[in-house]
């Protein structure tokens, strides 16, 4: 094969194997061995059996720790997709679903929701299925009307065969755009107002789900951080 027509091909198979890995990025988190082996993050694997037994859960740190991709969106990825049921996944120490769920997940904004929240789970725009959930869970990606590339709600593939849906609002809509039917798991990155947390307990109450938070506490002790810190409240 003449070189120049070789080069080319081994830059698309450099291509095909970079784009298939981008969409398997779930794999890459807490390996059992090297650098990154999970026994290194105690904290993380901590939050993630403390749903075993609570409801709420806040994961309250500092910028840059991992609590948006590696705690929010990874623990979101494996309840819409089932893979802990996955020999892959044996360890996870969490709660754990045997059917698909329904999942709202919302920030701040609508654009900070599109270029954190959604990108984390399933990928960027243009390159979606490079998020946490793998691509070829991803069966369906509706747009939301209004921000450009925003999205509304996906449907994800559950290994039981059915499909798991996974919904995205922002604080800014309001409380009433959290309204509506039950949910299994509600995620919010970035502290929510009250109003809208308690939406999602009174969502997720009756399917026994849970919620969790993933933020910086900038606001100070608000009546959300108290509630997981109530022993800081003001006497």
């Known amino acids: 094969m003449p070189s120049d027509r070789l080069a080319a091909l081994e830059r698309q198979i450099e291509r095909a194997l970079s784009t298939r890995d981008a969409g398997r990025k779930l794999w890459t988190y807490y390996p059992e061995t090297g650098p990154l082996r999970r026994e290194l993050y105690a904290k993380h694997l901590a939050f993630f059996a403390a749903g075993k ?4 859960r806040a994961a309250m740190a500092a910028n840059r720790v991992g609590k948006t991709e590696g705690i929010g969106a990874y623990e979101t990825a494996l309840h819409l997709t089932g893979l802990y049921h996955a020999d892959d996944f044996a360890w ?17 904004t609508g654009t900070t929701t599109r270029d954190i929240i959604v990108a984390k789970l399933l990928g960027p725009e243009g390159r979606r299925g ?3 959930i793998p ?9 939301a009307a209004g921000i450009p590339g ?6 994800i593939r559950h290994v039981s065969g059915g499909e798991s849906i996974v919904q995205f609002r922002s604080y800014d809509q309001g409380r009433e755009a959290w309204q509506g039917t039950e949910r299994d798991l509600g995620w919010t990155d970035e502290e929510p107002p009250q109003a809208i947390y308690t939406e999602l307990l009174l969502r997720t109450m009756t399917t026994g789900g849970m919620v969790m938070a993933t933020f910086t506490p900038l606001n100070g002790l608000t009546d959300v951080a108290l509630g997981f810190m109530p022993e800081l409240a003001p006497t």
């Open 53 to 56: 037994i609570h409801r709420e």
């Open 92 to 108: 996870w120490p969490g709660r754990t679903w045997d059917r698909p769920i329904n999942c709202l997940c919302g920030g701040d």
């Open 130 to 132: 490079e998020g946490m």
């Open 135 to 143: 691509r070829d869970h991803i069966l369906d990606i509706r747009p």
């Open 150 to 155: 925003s999205v509304d709600y996906a449907r």
